[in-house]
């Protein structure tokens, strides 16, 4: 299995600022997943982060507002740029271990 | 994308009582996961369905991959509030890291 650490757990960020959000895995894992969640809802996946090449994203997704970085096998972060309350969310970072995805336990976001 | 529709959105019932939940896609699998997530937790992995007509048994809980590869279900026996949570149904295509999640159930067992 892998574990995941991610943080912050939560944060509260004034509308304008940024907010990056680390993920360390326990593995070397060559793809890492970002996914956003609003409470009780499902997921819906930001973008795919693979080391050494920059990340692909998702329709509706786009680097200058979601810019990731991918320096080894076992780290990324996400960064929310110029945050808006629409961003007020939950961040999950996630790995694929063999044929089972394990997930980071979020980051929930509110922009005041 | 493969498009997955989840139903019931919501359910609420009372500790002992029997539930399903749905998996549909108009496409076919070529494997099915159901995740389960608590507040505050990512989603944890329950099972993953590959087979036409398999069906996995966890306990109380009972996954079915339907014949045609398009539709699944997971059906709860004697629920207990431990088993609150949003479920999730999730498809990678060819491709289990990158995955399609169904619009998810919140299930609420009430003692």
């Known amino acids: 299995s892998a574990v995941i650490s991610q943080k912050p757990s939560r944060d509260i960020c004034q509308r304008g600022t940024s907010l990056t959000i680390q993920c360390q895995v326990d593995?070397?894992?060559?793809?890492m997943f970002w996914y956003r969640q609003q409470p009780g809802q499902s997921l819906t996946l930001i973008a795919t982060a693979n080391q050494g090449s920059e990340a692909t994203y998702e329709s509706g997704f786009v680097i200058d507002k979601f810019p990731i970085s991918r320096p080894n096998l076992t780290f990324s972060t996400l960064t929310v740029s110029n945050m808006s309350p629409e961003d007020s969310s939950i961040y999950l970072c996630?790995?694929?271990?063999?044929?089972?995805?394990?997930f980071g336990q979020g980051t929930r976001l509110t922009v005041v | 994308t493969q498009l997955l529709e989840q139903s019931p959105q919501f359910l609420s019932i009372q500790e002992g009582e029997n539930l399903t939940v749905y998996c549909n896609s108009s496409?076919?699998?070529?494997?099915l996961q159901w995740y389960r997530q608590e507040p505050g937790e990512g989603p944890v992995l329950l099972v993953t369905?590959?087979?036409?007509?398999e069906v996995k048994k966890l306990k109380r809980l009972t996954f079915q991959f339907g014949d045609a590869r398009k539709d699944s279900s997971l059906h709860i026996t004697a629920a207990q509030p431990g088993d609150t949570g949003l479920y999730l149904c999730?498809?990678?295509?060819?491709?289990?890291?990158?995955?399609?999640f169904g619009q998810g159930t919140i299930l609420t067992v009430h003692p």
């Open positions: 593995s070397q894992v060559t793809m």
């Open positions: 369905v590959v087979t036409g007509g």
């Open positions: 496409s076919v699998f070529s494997s």
């Open positions: 996630s790995v694929l271990w063999v044929t089972e995805a394990f």
């Open positions: 999730a498809s990678g295509g060819t491709s289990y890291g990158k995955l399609t």
